[in-house]
């Protein structure tokens, strides 16, 4: 059972894992290093147990104690009981929720392994806005795909707001990262799968005409909003790939369009 503590103080050391949370860069540099990170919102955080996260922490403001009564008295982390007031002081923002866990990371997955067991996965290339990473998981999780990989600039798919714009869905898709770019499209290739490169680009099929769903492997590659995969990455495509558009809009954005194309990969029958 979880030690119920209440806290008055924003300095209090014992508060150091929620210090600046909309601080962007500092958490970027801090959460990775220490093994952390922070899971937002009751269903969140009760997502990131059931997938198996150790809890370092709760932060609760003194409404959400009876609502997480049943985890406080599983877990053996401390919880801090705190006033909306101090939380937003510590946190920099309302935390709206009311409900903030302090999660031990696990060692991800190597990219080998991933291979090995999985039929459909998607490739992100620089894609590094916390929100389209969530998106992407969470249609990614919804819609059958197995897995995911990213290139080193990606953006840390555990930062807060892409575990909470994923509704969790984050810690449902295994994902690793591929260290050595593009080269690692090679091994991607190696293991059986056809690279498919997501783009708006008139010479690229239409994703019907290119019938991922009918592949025995497939590999879907997203670019960064705006940009768009790399030019290296579109070479080392088997294939280009686009979703048709009318009204004379050119393109969706890339969470959108990743829902979209999976979808198609999966042929609107995700397996469970």
């Known amino acids: 059972m979880a030690d119920l503590i209440t806290v008055d103080d924003p300095d209090d050391p014992r508060l150091s894992d929620y210090i600046g949370l909309t601080d962007v860069e500092l958490r970027r540099r801090r959460e990775p290093a220490e093994g952390l ?8 955080i009760r997502r990131a147990r059931h997938a198996g996260y150790e809890m370092r922490s709760m932060l609760l403001s003194a409404k ?14 401390p919880v801090y009981a705190v006033s909306p007031e101090l939380a937003e002081r510590v946190t920099g923002y309302h935390v709206h929720r009311g409900a903030l866990a302090s999660m031990q990371r696990k060692p991800l997955p190597t990219a080998d392994e991933l291979l090995r067991t999985t039929r459909r996965v998607v490739i992100m290339e620089a894609v590094n806005d916390h929100t389209n990473i969530g998106a992407i998981f969470r ?18 798919p555990l930062y807060r707001r892409s575990v909470k714009v994923s509704m969790g869905a984050v810690f449902s ?11 690692a499209l090679e091994t991607v290739r190696e293991a059986g799968f056809k690279l498919l490169a997501l783009t708006p680009d008139e010479k690229a099929s239409s994703i019907e005409e290119a019938a ?20 290296q990455a579109l070479v080392a495509a088997d294939e280009w790939v686009r979703i048709p558009m009318a009204h004379g809009v050119d393109s969706l954005n890339v969470g959108a369009a990743a829902a979209v194309a999976f979808y198609a990969v999966a042929t609107g029958r995700p397996e469970n």
Do not use: N
């Open 212 to 231: 991922p769903h009918r592949m025995d492997q497939v590999a879907l590659m997203l670019g960064a909003e705006g940009d768009g995969l790399s030019t």
């Open 173 to 183: 898709v295994p994902y690793a990262r591929l260290d050595t770019w593009p080269k």
């Open 37 to 44: 990170f922070i899971a937002e919102g009751e269903k969140v």
């Open 139 to 156: 249609s990614a999780a919804a819609l059958g795909m197995d897995a995911v990989f990213l290139s080193p600039d990606c953006a840390d």
């Open 64 to 77: 959400w104690v009876d609502l997480m009564r049943d985890v406080i008295d599983e877990v053996p982390a």
